[in-house]
């Protein structure tokens, strides 16, 4: 049973993804939408009632249309709980103002002219606004509502509707506009693996002279001390020798070190973002029994802390459990979202991270930080692969990590989610198939 709730939430996950990045993009323009609906359902009252006349026309209708975007245009001070819902309250908007308002109005005018043409205008906006498997499914579920309702409120029969040559036109249009959405979406996949693999070769050339500093690094380290001494006792002695301020000296002592540790983090960002890259093919590899407290204390003897960060991190005492799964992956999962809980610390200048390990009929990993939150208008996209904010609220890099982390916890079987309130904490829990 386990299994199969797993299973369904990553379907569903899976299935709402397009539309919530469809939701992201479309978000900075949301305010222009609902003022043009808004305006334009009462504008049209009037003129197919008073300046055209048609057959049928509802002032009601129209303005539960209006009302239904008055919210939007207020969506920036909704509470954070409310914000979260926005992409599902949009969907629902548009349900009810294109697929539903104008099917119905089409068939209680009796498939006059102006309305077949109105209607096929509402399915070309569906198909700008809309992903393919949302088109489809918002078409047919529109569609149907607005049949059922005519044949609940029309005297008329729908034997009566004579023009169902627009359900040829239509049918078409949805199906081209859902093909042609489809290829556009399988141009954004081919893109990302180009950009990804763009991503390997920059990371793999960086590997090349990291390695020649820390080499070289390593050769001065040897010899170092010998050369301050003997710069000392060739003062001391009387040797011209260009004098070097004490200051300097003194910062030399740690240089090397420091060095050391700059290469050994940026060698960690690369293979961080190397694994990242490779994240396609997790799900081709076999799966082995793991120990997540062994992954914890590898991620956390990995990564490369500062001796400030380093404190920040606290880890509590609890269960261990073994899943199926790759260590490696698990490791990079754990950097990914340290990574981000260390910025999300750094922004706010407050905070810590805390990592627990439960053990149950459900096995969960939670990591923890109290830092600055998540805005609630980000949260629905933080999964999504190269979503990014460029508000001054961003918490997000470059759009890979969090969308690495769900792609390897559907590879086990299991699943990411975040709890989060903006200003005070986030937390992320991933959660293992028992088994």
Request: proline fraction near 4%; charged fraction near 20%.
């Amino acid at each position: 049973m386990t299994h199969l709730v797993v299973f369904l939430r990553q379907f569903a996950a899976r299935l709402i993804e397009p539309a919530l990045r469809n939701v992201a993009y479309i978000e900075r323009r949301l305010t222009v939408f609902a003022i043009l609906a808004i305006v334009t359902f009462p504008l049209y009252y009037y003129v197919w009632e008073f300046v055209f006349p048609q057959r049928y026309e509802s002032l009601g209708l129209r303005l539960i249309g209006s009302a239904l975007f008055v919210p939007m245009l207020f969506s920036r001070y909704w509470p954070d709980w409310l914000r979260t819902c926005l992409p599902y309250y949009w969907y629902f908007s548009l349900l009810y103002s294109l697929p539903f308002f104008f099917t119905y109005m089409l068939l209680m005018n009796n498939g006059a002219d102006v309305w077949i043409g109105s209607a096929l205008v509402a399915v070309f906006v569906m198909i700008l606004l809309l992903d393919w498997v949302t088109l489809i499914g918002q078409f047919l579920l529109g569609s149907g509502l607005a049949f059922l309702a005519f044949s609940l409120t029309s005297d008329a029969s729908l034997p009566a509707f004579d023009r169902w040559d627009y359900i040829a036109i239509a049918g078409f249009a949805v199906v081209a506009g859902a093909v042609t959405n489809y290829d556009a979406e399988r141009i954004r996949v081919e893109q990302e693996r180009a950009m990804l693999a763009t991503a390997g070769s920059i990371a793999h050339e960086l590997r090349t002279p990291l390695l020649g500093i820390r080499a070289g690094a390593a050769g001065l380290d040897n010899y170092l001390t010998a050369l301050i001494d003997a710069y000392h006792l060739a003062q001391q002695h009387g040797l011209p020798v260009e004098a070097i301020r004490s200051a300097y000296l003194d910062s030399l002592k740690g240089v090397l070190e420091r060095i050391d540790a700059e290469a050994r983090h940026s060698n960690a960002i690369i293979d961080m973002l190397l694994v990242n890259a490779r994240t396609t093919g997790t799900k081709r590899q076999s799966l082995q029994p793991c120990s997540i407290s062994a992954c914890v204390d590898t991620a956390l003897g990995r990564y490369p802390f500062s001796d400030e960060e380093r404190a920040l991190v606290s880890r509590e005492k609890g269960d261990d459990f073994v899943f199926r799964g790759i260590e490696l992956l698990m490791v990079h999962v754990l950097f990914n979202l340290i990574k981000n809980a260390l910025r999300h610390i750094a922004r706010s200048g407050k905070g810590e991270i805390t990592i627990r390990i439960e053990a149950g009929e459900l096995h969960r990993l939670i990591v923890r930080d109290s830092g600055g939150g998540i805005p609630p208008e980000i949260l629905p996209h933080i999964f999504q692969r190269f979503y990014t904010s460029t508000g001054d609220d961003s918490v997000l890099g470059a759009g890979i990590g969090l969308a690495f982390c769900r792609d390897v916890m559907d590879s086990f079987g299991g699943t990411i989610a975040c709890n989060t309130v903006h200003g005070e904490y986030s937390q992320f829990e991933l959660t293992f198939p028992t088994a």
